[in-house]
């Protein structure tokens, strides 16, 4: 089985509909594929349909933004939680709040140098769904500043711009408990990403496995070579789930469905331990 547990569609900073990207994933070949949305849910049911539709396993899922008290930003995949409950419910709901709060304060200190405005970002998204600073590059790119959504966070929407502001993001420990709450499986996405950023330190990853952290994503391309032998070590030591992803984004990004994957026995240990959720298509479950 070819298993991809973390992609994105237009719901959040995506560039395909939920449908669109379980053809995708049927023609990359793969058996099943989790929707991963920032900080939303909006697109389980298109997805859930078209992934009958094309024979793809579907496993729901969302990425959530978390930051520690270090300002350090870490992203949370909840897989098979309650779309519904309502602690996660309020606290999804302040975060994307807070990216368009965000996103407007950018924009304006944006305008004052390129020609984009908050209407142009907004074409970008869909109603509904969760902006960010991947619709700001959109635009960037429509205006012509720049040719890509890499090259407009490499050279104008970085963290360390002038044009960066931060925003309300989740404790993860306290985003790992809220997701064990709703019945869902917590999975640490990316976490040795350093080309992104600051990564935590020893002492969150305890905190989040006493918290009930169940898993990280090892083989992300992200990850550096130091950063995923610490990751196995820590997996072997915790007996964590591991996972493998391409944290696709359609044209938004180069990541490829499935150029790294999640083994049948990891899925089966994530399938094991949600309870707030069903997958579809998946055979036996």
Known sequence: MRIDLHAHSHVSDGTEEPAVLMAAAAAAGLDV???TDHDQTAGWEEASLAALHWGVGLVPGMEISCKTDHGVSVHLLSYLHDPEHP???EEIGKARDARITRARRMVDLLSEDFPVDWEMVNRHSIPGGTIGRPH????LVTAGVVRTRTEAFA??????SKYYVGHYAVDPVSAVRLVRG?????VFAHPMAAARGRVVGVETFEAMIEAGLLGVEIDHRDNTDEGKAFLRE???????IVT?????HGTGKPNQLGENTTSPEMLERILAAGTGSAPVGIPGH
């Open 33 to 35: 594929v989790a929707l």
């Open 87 to 89: 602690e996660l419910l």
């Open 182 to 186: 709703a019945g869902g499986v917590p």
């Open 234 to 240: 820590l997996a072997t030591r915790h007996d964590l």
């Open 155 to 160: 050279q104008v929407l970085t963290a360390r």
């Open 136 to 139: 700001i590059a959109d635009a």
């Open 244 to 248: 493998g992803s391409s944290d696709y």
